[in-house]
């Protein structure tokens, strides 16, 4: 099973502008998830829909530029979002029995745990008592099949300063406390930081995609919130996304961006003995 994973579109940036640069860095994505062989069977997004969440005309935007994905969906809230615009525009969405964006879905053998990490006003993620007990619930219920978890937000210090979590943050020791004895949980996967990072939170693999928007800079040196450094913050790379395979025992990830790109190689007769004596090296050519 493929999973395609994007996050972070915040259409809407260049309010009322519909050439935004978003939007057309989406449009990239969209097209090469569309082009793909094989095809994912699954799309994912998993949040930061829009810029801002009163902004309905962008919710309507974003809705018509995703569906031109030719598969299924699942959606994710983040910080950018509000919970009633999200859903006027896709009222699909489900909500749990506290009004929060929580939801299940299986396909291809896999179970899809969405949770709600949004803390209304804050930049920050939040799991609520009653979020992480719904969770908890979730989790008890299908012991034995292998579950992937969707959040916003990544529970962890990702290094850079003002995209982290931190493991003394209450909501992250409430997450930690009730995925930690899930074993059925393969992977969790997330947005927020728009960058790609691999790591681990409760034992369990965590996977953030980078964002369609422009991405974060990678810098490590912590932040002096008194003296501007003139650091760069926000770089023009390539829009992103992630591919997630899952053949029934392992769940591997994949970063690619969208876009125009120089090859180097092609598979022509000049590289077939080559290829030839990679697959017989390997017992399938």
């Known amino acids: ?143 034995d099949v292998p579950t992937v978890i969707v959040m916003h937000h990544p529970p962890v210090d990702t290094g850079i300063e003002w995209m982290s979590a931190l493991s003394c943050e209450e909501w992250v020791m409430r997450v930690e406390k009730v995925i930690r004895p899930a074993k059925q949980v393969v992977a969790i996967i997330a947005g927020h930081v728009h960058r790609p990072i691999a790591t681990g939170f409760a034992g369990k693999r965590l996977v953030v995609c980078a964002s369609t928007a422009p991405l974060v800079a990678l810098d490590l040196e912590a932040v002096d919130p008194l003296h501007p450094d003139g650091r760069a913050l926000i770089i023009g790379d390539a829009p992103a996304y992630a591919i997630h395979y899952w053949d029934g025992t392992t769940f591997l990830s994949h970063f690619e961006i969208a876009g125009p790109r120089n090859v180097i190689a092609t598979y022509s007769s000049n590289l077939q003995p080559m290829m030839k004596a990679f697959l017989e090296e390997r017992g399938t050519g």
Not at 46 to 60: F, H, I, M, P
């Open 1 to 143: 099973m493929l999973i395609a994973q994007i996050t972070d579109l915040h259409i809407g940036f260049d309010r009322d502008n519909p050439h935004e640069l978003n939007i057309r860095r989406l449009n990239l994505v969209i097209d090469q998830l569309n082009a793909m062989t094989p095809k994912p069977d699954l799309l994912i997004v998993s949040g930061d829909l829009v810029e801002n969440g009163d902004d309905q005309r962008a919710y309507r935007h974003m809705e018509s530029l995703v569906k031109r994905w030719q598969g299924p969906l699942l959606w994710a809230v983040g910080n950018h979002d509000s919970r009633d615009g999200l859903r006027a525009v896709l009222p699909e969405v489900p909500l749990d029995e506290n009004g929060f964006i929580q939801y299940e879905a299986e396909y291809g053998g896999l179970r899809f745990v969405v949770v709600d990490t949004l803390d209304v006003g804050r930049h920050g993620g939040m799991v609520c008592e009653a979020r992480a007990k719904w969770l908890k619930a979730r989790l008890r219920e299908k012991p």
